[in-house]
């Protein structure tokens, strides 16, 4: 699976940007999806998820009511929207999947991860 993250930019305080993440392959629906972002001199976080039919999300407290996790399994892509950015956001952002057979509830742990896209830079000034 090779996973395609875009759409990051520069963005001021409360505005909104939508992350896209392409993969290949024709297992895609399939997959459980992840988002997790990384900031300077900081781990990896857990951003949001998705399992493989989009059904159930689930996402971490600092991104709740703000961020949305959805999937279209058509066309190979998952989307995360950001509204109302904080600087606190300003990351790199990563798309990641594992296979849905597994559980899901430990979607928040990277290590459960096999696949990762590339990231895209998100920078929210103030």
């Known amino acids: 699976v090779q996973l395609q993250a875009s759409g990051g930019g520069l963005v001021q305080t409360g505005n909104s940007l939508r992350l896209s993440c392409a993969a290949s392959?024709?297992?895609?629906?399939?997959?459980?999806m992840g988002w997790f972002r990384q900031a300077p001199g900081k781990e990896r976080e857990f951003v949001g998820g998705?399992?493989?039919?989009?059904?159930?999300?689930n996402y971490a407290d600092s991104v709740k009511g703000r961020f949305t996790v959805s999937r279209d399994n058509v066309k190979n892509m998952v989307y995360l929207q950001m509204n109302s950015l904080k600087p606190e956001d300003t990351a790199v952002y990563y798309c990641a999947a594992f296979p849905g057979f597994r559980p899901y509830g430990s979607n928040c742990l990277g290590y459960e991860y096999d696949w990762w896209g590339q990231g895209t830079q998100v920078t929210v000034s103030s």
């Open positions: 998705i399992n493989w039919s989009g059904g159930v999300t």
């Open positions: 392959g024709r297992s895609f629906s399939t997959y459980a």
